[in-house]
């Protein structure tokens, strides 16, 4: 896409890209001003794609700003502490840890790598170099994922809700369930103060986020430590799924530009053999486990469908999405509506991502699955009706979480509009 005069662009066109100039905080954005004042790790890799309709220079900034922050291990942070900003908890003074720049210690799914090679492809002379630049970064953040998060299955695995992205999904109840958090300490929320509390997860979540954190830090943020005896190890597609998918686009993309690919195909075998680690049986759909006890969340979530995203077939995954957009009319939603653990407002629970959305969508049109452009239409109306929000009610469509949402304007640009 190019760029386009401000006199051709719809209305809702230059809303969305006046969210992303305005959360921009210089060569990196905020999810949204208030509730997240830093940079998030996968919510700037859906910029970037918003950010290349207009600017790619900007788009690529970006991504490159987001490994500036990468540990020497290779691990990418799910959070950047750019600026300290007290609106936000937990802050980098509990996190309590030292890469190049104040950040969280855990990552988050790693979206960037498939994203920086459609930088790329939107503009081989301008990205050409640039590419070449971030790669042996990117090499490095997916040989830390194959090293320190793949359990014995070959299954991808997080090692705190947050990691995942999906904060207080029902894939973690099980494992959630057995830490005892009782000396978290006093912490004071702010999220609860900048949107509605029956929105956001519960203290019983928070307790055990904030006592996850505490114990990693305990244990230095070494990942030979964490690895020998860590509290929460749960098998997540969203991370299996997105990794996949970030190791074949980075195999395509680097041999295309003739850079160093050994590995990588070797990688992306051992990933698509781990994938069927995720298959349910019970359920015939995929889903997330306890790695501690081998316990299915049995849940049927909007990251079950990034199947087709990480690159599967899946064939037998679209009567599944079929039925859920038959029970959630502004689906996809993050939890299927008949699970009696579907929760409409809360979060991970039940909402629609329109980001989640676009992985969905374009993975199922790639591997010919009709719904993949019934879901793009679905997300094109919610938007266009309620707004670029964080997610909706996927029942009724109606705006949630916070305003003005940076990868729900970048998703309307790169795809939904
Ligand atoms: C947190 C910023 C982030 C997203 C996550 C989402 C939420 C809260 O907001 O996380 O404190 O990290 O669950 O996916 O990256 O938009």
């Given at each position: ?24 905080r210089?060569g990196y954005t ?9 940079q998030?790790?996968?919510?700037s ?17 970006e991504?490159?700003t ?352």
């Amino acid at each position: 896409e190019t760029l386009a005069p401000a006199a051709d662009l719809s209305e809702r066109d230059a809303a969305a890209r006046a969210i992303l100039i305005a959360n921009d905080r210089g060569g990196y954005t905020v999810p949204t001003a208030g509730l997240y004042p830093y940079q998030w790790n996968w919510d700037s890799a859906f910029a970037a794609l918003g950010f290349a309709r207009f600017d790619l220079a900007r788009a690529w900034e970006e991504i490159e700003t987001l490994f500036s922050g990468q540990w020497d291990s290779g691990m990418v942070p799910h959070i950047l502490f750019h600026k300290p900003d007290p609106g936000y908890f937990p802050g980098p003074d509990v996190w309590g840890c030292s890469g190049p720049i104040a950040s969280s210690g855990i990552t988050q799914p790693p979206v960037a790598l498939s994203f920086a090679t459609r930088l790329l492809a939107a503009d081989p002379a301008l990205g050409a170099a640039r590419f070449a630049a971030l790669y042996p970064k990117m090499r490095k953040w997916a040989d830390w994922f194959l090293r320190w998060r793949r359990d014995e299955k070959g299954a991808v695995f997080v090692i705190h809700p947050w990691e995942s992205g999906r904060d207080n999904a029902p894939d973690w109840d099980n494992a959630m369930d057995a830490i005892d958090p009782q000396d978290v300490g006093y912490y004071e929320r702010r999220d609860t103060q900048h949107v509605d509390a029956s929105m956001r997860p519960t203290k019983y979540d928070y307790d055990r986020y904030i006592w996850l954190v505490k114990r990693a830090r305990a244990l230095g943020w070494d990942d030979a430590a964490m690895a020998q005896d860590n509290p929460f190890r749960v098998a997540d597609p969203t991370m299996h799924f997105t990794l996949m998918r970030g190791v074949r686009d980075l195999l395509a993309a680097g041999a295309a530009q003739g850079l160093d690919v050994d590995g990588l195909a070797d990688q992306l075998a051992a990933l698509e053999a781990g994938a069927q680690a995720l298959f349910n049986p019970g359920m015939g759909f995929y889903d997330s486990y306890n790695c501690a006890n081998g316990i299915w969340s049995n849940a049927l979530t909007n990251a079950s469908f990034l199947c087709w995203f990480g690159g599967l077939k899946a064939p037998e995954m679209g009567a599944h999405l079929a039925r859920v957009l038959d029970a959630a009319p502004y689906g996809v939603p993050s939890l299927a509506p008949f699970d009696p653990r579907f929760d409409a407002m809360r979060y991970w629970r039940g909402p629609t991502w329109a980001m989640m959305n676009m992985m969905i969508g374009e993975g199922a049109s790639e591997q010919g699955i009709a719904l993949g452009e019934e879901v793009r239409a679905r997300t094109r109306e919610v938007i266009g009706k309620y707004g670029f929000v964080e997610y909706f009610d996927p029942m009724t469509g109606a705006a949630a979480g916070g305003k003005a949402f940076t990868w729900t304007a970048a998703v309307w640009l790169a795809w939904a509009g």
